[in-house]
C-alpha cells in the first residue's frame, strides 16, 4: 500500500480562533495507519485544540483537515457527564456504536475494569472513569484513535501498563493514534512522530530529533531533551508572555 | 365501541402515555422542561389559527409550535440574551398574542378551562387517529435518531468526534416535540403538557439504572396516571389534565419511597 493511502487524517495549516484569539494556528501533521503522533506542550499550547480540529468537532476553522475514515474513537480530556442519566458502564460502552458483549468484556478486561461492568458510572473513581474512557474507545476497533491525555488519574503501575496497552493496540489493529501527554518519558519512547506546540507548531519530527531541538528544550527545560540524548544548543528565539516568538 | 365519550378520551390517553414517555425522558435528560413549556405556550396561538383558518388543532398546532422552535434556534444564534430569557419571552408573548386573537374572535365560542387544562369531552374519533398514527411515527422517527441523540445527550463532543452528527438529532427532536404537544394539547392541556412529559420521566429515574429501564417505567407511569386520571376526572366531574397530571405526582410521591429504601440498603 502507498502511504498516500495510509492516511487517516491531514491537517494543513489548521488554526482555529474563538473571541478573536488564536487557540492555535498553523498546525500541519499527518496521522498514518499503525503510527502514534503524539502532541505535547505547555498547558494552553493548544493540543486539546488540535485535536479537536482533527477529529472535526470544531467547525470554522481556518485551513483544512481532510478525514478518510469514520472509525473514531476519542478519549477526551475533560469529560462531564449529566447524573441525571442512569447510566451503567456497559451502557456507557455502547454509547455511539454496538459492540457485541465479547468486544465490551474483552476492551474492559484489557483496561482492568471487567468487575465494573455494571456498576453505575457516577459512583466510579476519576482514575477507574478515564480506563472505561480508553476501554470504550478502543472497543469499537477504531481506525483512528484520538487520546487527550488517556491516562490522567491513573495510579502509576496502571500508567505504565496503560501506554504499553495503547502501544499494542497500535501495533495489532494498526490503528492511527494521536496522542496528546505529559509524559515526556513515554512520549519519547513510544512515539513515532513528535509535534511539538505552543500556539503554533514549535518543532516536529521523529523524538529524537525533537529532543535535540533547541525550541523543545526552551519549553521543556535541558533534564527533558536528556531523556533521550545530550546535546549543545542555543535558544534562537524564547516566548513571550503572549506566547509570542521574541527572536535573542 | 368509540361510541363512548370516556373510551375514546382512554385510548387518546394511553397512545399519548407511549408517546411522553420515552420523549419525557429527554427532556428530563436534556433539560428542556421549560422548552417544552414555551412550545406548549406558543400552541395558543395554534388553536387560534386552527379556529380562524378552519384547521384541524393538532396540525395547526404542530405547524405554529415548529415554527415557535425555529425562531428560538434563530434567537439564540444571533443574540447575546440567556437562553432562559428568549424562551420566558417566547413563551409569554406567543401565549399573550394567542389571548388577544381569541378577544377578537367574538363570533367564536372558546372554551378556554378546556384549551387550557385539557377536555375529556372533547376527544373525536378523528383525534384518535391523529393521536396513533402521530404517535407511531414519532416513535418511529425517535427510535431512529436515539443513537445519535442519546450520544450527544452524554456527551456532544463524542458523538461529533465519532461520526454520529447530533446536531441533524437535535433539530429532528425539537420537531418530534412540536409534534407531541400537538398531539397532546386537548387531552392535557396547553399549561400541563410539560408535566405529563416530565413528571412519568422523574418518577421512572427513581427507580432506574440503566436509560432502557426509564423509558419503560416512563411509559408505565404515564399509562397508569391517565388511567387513574380520567376515572377520577370521570368521578369527580374534574378536568382531565389536572387529574392526570395529579395522578402522576401521585406516582412520583410513591417513587420517592423506593429511593429512600435503596438508601437504606446501601447504608
Known amino acids: ?248 | 365501541m368509540f361510541d363512548d365519550f370516556f373510551v375514546r378520551a382512554l385510548f387518546a390517553g394511553i397512545g399519548i402515555a407511549f408517546v411522553t414517555g420515552p420523549l419525557g425522558c429527554f427532556v428530563v435528560w436534556r433539560r428542556l422542561s421549560y422548552f417544552g413549556d414555551t412550545l406548549a405556550h406558543s400552541a395558543l396561538l395554534g388553536v387560534t389559527m386552527a379556529y380562524t383558518l378552519d384547521l384541524n388543532i393538532a396540525i395547526s398546532v404542530f405547524l405554529i409550535s415548529s415554527v415557535i422552535a425555529l425562531i428560538l434556534i434563530q434567537l439564540q444564534k444571533k443574540t447575546n440574551l440567556p437562553g432562559d430569557a428568549l424562551l420566558g419571552l417566547l413563551a409569554h408573548s406567543s401565549l399573550a398574542v394567542g389571548l388577544v386573537v381569541i378577544g377578537f374572535l367574538t363570533f367564536i365560542r372558546f372554551d378556554i378551562m378546556g384549551l387550557l387544562f385539557g377536555d375529556i369531552l372533547a376527544v373525536t374519533t378523528d383525534d384518535l387517529l391523529i393521536i396513533w398514527t402521530g404517535g407511531a411515527l414519532i416513535l418511529l422517527v425517535l427510535k431512529l435518531i436515539w443513537k445519535p441523540l442519546f450520544a450527544s445527550t452524554v456527551n456532544y463532543e463524542l458523538a461529533e468526534a465519532e461520526g454520529l452528527n447530533p446536531d441533524r438529532a437535535k433539530a429532528i427532536f425539537t420537531i418530534l416535540m412540536a409534534a407531541v404537544i400537538a398531539i397532546s394539547i386537548k387531552m392535557v392541556g396547553l399549561l400541563l403538557i410539560t408535566g405529563m412529559l416530565i413528571i412519568p420521566a422523574a418518577m421512572a429515574r427513581n427507580i432506574s439504572d440503566s436509560p432502557q429501564k426509564m423509558v419503560i417505567f416512563s411509559i408505565i407511569g404515564g399509562l397508569l396516571s391517565v388511567v387513574l386520571g380520567l376515572y377520577s376526572s370521570l368521578e369527580f366531574n374534574t378536568s382531565s389534565g389536572p387529574s392526570i397530571i395529579a395522578a402522576s405526582l401521585a406516582l412520583f410521591i410513591l417513587s420517592l419511597f423506593k429511593i429512600k429504601q435503596s438508601i437504606k440498603l446501601k447504608n
Open chain 1, 1 to 248: 500500500m502507498s502511504t498516500e493511502n495510509n492516511i487517516l487524517v491531514k491537517l494543513h495549516n489548521a488554526g482555529f480562533k474563538q473571541n478573536n484569539k488564536w487557540l492555535v494556528e498553523g498546525v500541519s501533521l499527518t496521522v498514518e495507519k499503525g503510527k502514534i503522533v503524539t502532541l505535547i506542550g505547555p498547558n494552553g499550547s493548544g493540543k486539546s485544540t488540535t485535536a479537536k480540529i482533527a477529529l472535526g468537532i470544531y467547525k470554522n476553522i481556518e485551513g483544512n483537515v481532510e478525514k478518510y475514515t469514520n472509525k473514531v474513537g476519542y478519549v477526551p480530556q475533560k469529560i462531564s457527564i449529566d447524573w441525571t442519566l442512569p447510566l451503567r458502564v456497559c451502557d456507557f460502552m455502547l454509547l455511539t456504536e454496538s459492540i457485541s458483549e465479547k468486544d465490551i468484556d474483552e476492551a474492559l478486561s484489557l483496561t482492568g475494569v471487567i468487575h465494573l461492568k455494571n456498576k453505575n458510572l457516577g459512583n466510579l473513581s476519576g482514575g477507574e472513569f478515564q480506563r472505561v474512557l480508553i476501554a470504550r474507545a478502543i472497543s469499537k476497533k477504531p481506525e483512528l484513535l484520538v487520546l487527550d491525555e488517556p491516562v490522567q488519574g491513573v495510579d502509576y503501575t496502571g500508567e505504565i501498563a496503560l501506554y504499553e496497552l495503547i502501544k499494542n493496540i497500535s501495533d495489532t489493529l494498526s490503528c492511527g493514534i494521536l496522542l496528546i501527554s505529559h509524559d515526556l518519558h513515554t512520549v519519547m519512547t513510544a512515539t513515532d512522530h513528535v509535534v511539538c506546540l505552543n500556539g503554533h507548531v514549535c518543532c516536529s519530527g521523529s523524538p529524537m530529533d525533537v529532543a535535540k531541538n533547541n525550541e523543545y528544550k526552551a519549553l521543556f527545560g535541558e533534564k527533558a531533551s536528556q531523556i533521550l540524548t545530550v546535546y549543545e544548543h542555543k535558544h534562537d528565539h524564547v516566548h513571550s508572555d503572549e506566547g509570542e516568538i521574541k527572536k535573542n
